[in-house]
């Protein structure tokens, strides 16, 4: 079981920057890949980056060398930030975060993200 919440949305224009942070407490033992996903309006949703337990990380083509994600383990809980850099129009999405245990999938609530032209 795992209890996850993000936190860092908001409003940017474009070229702007964001920092997103998700924290996951519960079975932090068994946790593997946190993970960022995003989805915007008519679209599907679609991993934006991970990181595994063991620090390696993965990106979507389109936010490669713009975001990047970080993960601090501690002996209660597992905190994943996203430092998200020259924004875009097409980056406004909900960003949900992703935390899987053995085979099951835990999300957070979502936050918004919206980048202005």
């Known amino acids: 079981q795992a209890h996850v919440v993000e936190s860092g949305g908001g409003l940017v224009q474009a070229g702007g920057s964001l920092r997103l942070t998700c924290v996951v407490s519960g079975d932090i033992f068994s946790i593997r890949d946190i993970g960022w996903y995003r989805q915007a309006p008519g679209k599907q949703r679609e991993l934006v980056a991970s990181?595994?337990?063991?620090?390696?990380?993965?990106?979507a083509d389109s936010v490669s060398g713009r975001f990047t994600i970080s993960r601090d383990n501690n002996k209660n809980t597992n905190t994943v930030y996203l430092q998200m850099s020259s924004l875009k129009p097409e980056d406004t999405a909900v960003y949900y975060c992703?935390?899987?245990?053995?085979?099951?999938?835990?999300w957070g609530q979502g936050t918004q993200v919206t980048v202005s032209s």
């Open positions: 992703n935390a899987k245990i053995a085979l099951a999938d835990y």
């Open positions: 990181i595994t337990r063991g620090g390696t990380t993965n990106y």
